[in-house]
């Protein structure tokens, strides 16, 4: 495991991503809200470019104290990405499915060095 | 220099042409018929480790760093230059750039209007639908159905929902749906037929 620089994190925007290569491992770098995430660009359902598709805030459904549905709504904070091919969500603090937690894409940890990025892989 | 393959294969051939009576002897011994090379080779022609490292040190004085007879060299098991190979330092290659999604613009209008959506929202979670008369209903409806069109008319064409999409119920797009075309007494076959004539 070494640190890979990928790039300036003055010249990465937030919302932005770049998918890279390193060596064997295909990954999706993605800036959120300030912070830089990285995960396997290989989707852990069929293996489609699970970083390359919608990002999404989190749909919850608020329920009221009698147990009834509020509707819809988008969490204020909580940002998934979506793989293109068939929708498995991803969460993007964790890189976990938002249905089943237990299912994680390999996360890959992101060093900043002031303005330079770094992915240990 | 040929290469490291066409080198290390050399003295078994030297073997199986020069001496036959020794093949006789290993074959006998060992029946396998389908690997000749190896067997031609008898025991006290096999060479020494000794002699491998000494064969591969040979071959690797001539032989550059990074280049393919170089790795060909380290790459084989127990090459005692295994430990000198230079550790491959992976690359980052940029394969894509997704942009971020573009920045909204917020006028002063559009701000209000999220504002009342908000509260229209607000409204309909604490259950007090009362809070937004018919009346007033009817007016942002009709307003929004034109500003959609107007906007559509000049080229502007938008998902009417954009991502807000995931939190509109199937169900309520039709109720929705239904209600306006009967408010202009619109049957959906006429619908159908518009969209299959023009690109609505
Ligand atoms: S391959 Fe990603 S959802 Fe099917």
Redesign the interface.
């Known amino acids: 495991m070494a640190e890979q620089f990928v790039g300036k994190a003055s010249e990465f925007k937030d919302g932005e991503r770049q998918i890279i290569r390193i060596g064997e491992d295909e990954i999706g770098v993605f800036r959120h809200a300030g912070e830089f995430y990285a995960y396997s660009n290989f989707c852990l359902h069929q293996g489609g470019p699970a970083c390359e598709g919608l990002t999404i805030a989190r749909v919850i459904e608020p329920l009221r104290e009698d147990k009834t549905s509020m509707g819809l709504h988008f969490h204020e904070t909580d940002m998934n990405f979506v793989c293109p091919w068939h929708g498995y969500e991803y969460d993007m603090k964790t890189g976990a499915h938002i249905a089943d937690p237990r299912v994680k894409l390999r996360k890959y940890d992101v060093v900043r060095k002031g303005d330079e990025v770094y992915v240990v892989a | 220099m040929s290469s490291p393959k066409a080198l290390s294969r050399a003295p078994v051939k030297g073997k199986t042409d020069g001496a036959k009576p020794a093949v006789g002897k290993t074959v006998a011994s060992k029946p396998s018929a389908k690997k000749p090379a190896k067997a031609a080779v008898s025991d006290d022609a096999s060479p020494t480790p000794a002699q491998k490292a000494a064969f591969l040190k040979a071959m690797a004085a001539g032989v550059k760093l990074n280049t393919a007879a170089s790795r060909s060299l380290v790459k084989k098991k127990g090459s005692p230059f295994a430990a000198e190979a230079p550790k491959p330092?992976?690359?980052?290659?940029?394969?894509?750039?997704?942009?971020?999604?573009v920045k909204v613009v917020d006028t002063p209008e559009s701000k209000t209007a999220l504002a009342l959506a908000a509260l229209i929202?607000a409204s309909?979670?604490a259950?007090e639908l009362g809070k937004v008369q018919p009346h007033a209903q009817q007016a942002l409806v009709a307003a929004l159905c034109k500003l959609y069109a107007a906007h559509a008319e000049a080229g502007e064409r938008f998902d009417i929902l954009g991502?807000?999409a995931?939190?509109?119920?199937a169900t309520d797009v039709m109720v929705m749906c239904g209600a306006l075309l009967k408010a202009v007494d619109l049957q959906v076959f006429e619908l159908g037929m518009w969209q299959s004539w023009s690109s609505g």
């Open positions: 330092t992976p690359k980052v290659e940029v394969l894509r750039r997704i942009p971020a999604p929202e309909i979670d259950r991502q807000r995931a939190t509109v119920a």
